[in-house]
């Protein structure tokens, strides 16, 4: 007889991120559904399932009610950087794990987080190292008002600076805010060689519908010539987006195929989250973070993102960088590098290897 196991879905079914939200937790379902119906796993998964509503301050409400109702002690769940900070401090509380899905801006390690998605050395430092010799390397960073879009365009500065690029404006929308006719005025006034956009669902969608309109006015500001670059952007928002994202990049562990096994790098990446868990509690039901990290040091794991190992230091998962350019709704692949071991300090970080010219410094 299988040994029931409870664990936690944490996803927001409203608001303005909808579409990457419902593209988690439909992977982390499927996971669950596919493990449960494997009669050679000796458990089965339960899911105990709160709605956030999109609201930062119901996350760790949530979570603390998740542990306080059930015998759950593992969470698959949240989307923004925001989001997961507020559930930290529950789960070391709790001595629970929180399996996080989706890009982040890095520079967090903490054992009670499985960080299953891309950190910047997977997203940002190798799509500006395409993009600079390309396009050039002056940009125009926009990003939604929060922590993604302040740490995002700060590492953002950093790496354009060490290309001998020039930042030409940074701005910020609060989340869900669509009136983004002041950041097109000021993108055609600057002229920049790309645009970085870290914003998050609607405020996204609603800027590359506005700046489709201005590439149609003025070719410098076509995909050919700028494009909007993103490090969270998949083919779950492509609808969204329709025509107005053709021709712009994005980068991430995984783009769908024809015929697809997923829809998205979320739904992939939470689908890997349960795998992996699944594979622990099957030969310990009562794993804790010790337990995990112990299980991180000595094995690598089959996942549908394929074989990957997670860094047993900072729970980082190694995974593959793929940079995609929107097509007639699904990114065409233009390049691929299998198996980037996470380095979320950015600590081997190399700007000649990066960019091909050394960091410079003020010598006083």
């Given amino acids: 007889m299988k040994r029931h196991i409870e664990i936690g879905i944490l996803y927001s079914r409203s608001g303005s991120y909808q579409l990457i939200s419902d593209a988690c937790r439909m992977g982390a379902m499927r996971a669950i559904a596919d493990i449960n119906a494997d009669r050679g796993s000796g458990i089965e998964l339960v899911p105990v399932e709160r709605d956030p509503q999109s609201n930062a301050d119901r996350y760790a409400t949530l979570c603390e009610d998740i542990f306080r109702t059930s015998s759950a002690r593992h969470v698959v769940g949240c989307v923004t950087s925001w989001s997961r900070k507020e559930t930290i401090p529950v789960l070391e509380k709790a001595g629970g794990m929180l399996w996080y899905a989706c890009p982040y801006e890095g520079f967090e390690a903490n054992e009670h987080v499985v960080y299953m998605h891309a950190c910047p050395n997977q997203h940002l430092v190798p799509l500006m190292a395409h993009v600079v010799p390309r396009f050039g390397a002056n940009g125009f960073l926009l990003g939604s008002n929060y922590i ?23 701005r910020y929308l609060r989340i869900g805010e669509t009136d983004v006719s ?34 149609d006015e003025d070719a410098a500001f076509s995909p050919q010539n ?132 050394p960091r410079l410094r003020v010598v006083s």
């Avoid at 055609?188 to 590439?215: D, H, K, Q, V, W």
């Avoid at 112990?294 to 549908?304: H, I």
């Avoid at 074989?307 to 900072?314: C, G, N, V, Y």
Wanted: hydrophobic share 45%; net charge negative; aromatic share 10%.
């Fill in 148 to 170: 993604w879009g302040w740490e995002m365009n700060r590492v953002a500065r950093d790496l354009i600076a060490d290309a001998g690029g020039k930042v030409l404006g940074e």
């Fill in 182 to 215: 002041r950041l097109i005025a000021e993108i055609r006034a600057m002229r920049p060689n790309f645009i970085l956009n870290n914003l998050i669902g609607t405020s996204s969608y609603a800027f590359l519908a506005a700046y489709r309109e201005l590439g």
């Fill in 226 to 357: 700028c494009p909007v670059i993103s490090c969270n952007l998949t083919e779950g928002e492509l609808p969204a987006i329709g025509e107005t994202g053709k021709g712009h990049l994005s980068v991430g562990p995984y783009f769908a195929p024809r015929p697809a096994a997923f829809a998205s790098s979320f739904e992939a990446s939470a689908y890997a989250s349960v795998q992996v868990m699944a594979d622990v509690l099957s030969r310990d039901a009562d794993a804790g973070p010790a337990e995990f990290s112990k299980a991180f040091a000595e094995r690598r794991f089959s996942t549908r993102l394929g074989p990957i190992a997670i860094d047993a230091h900072s729970q980082h998962a190694t995974l593959p960088v793929i940079i995609g350019r929107i097509a007639d709704g699904f990114f065409e692949v233009v390049s691929r590098e299998d198996e980037v071991a996470p380095d979320p300090y950015l600590s081997r970080y190399d700007p000649a290897k990066t960019f091909g010219r």
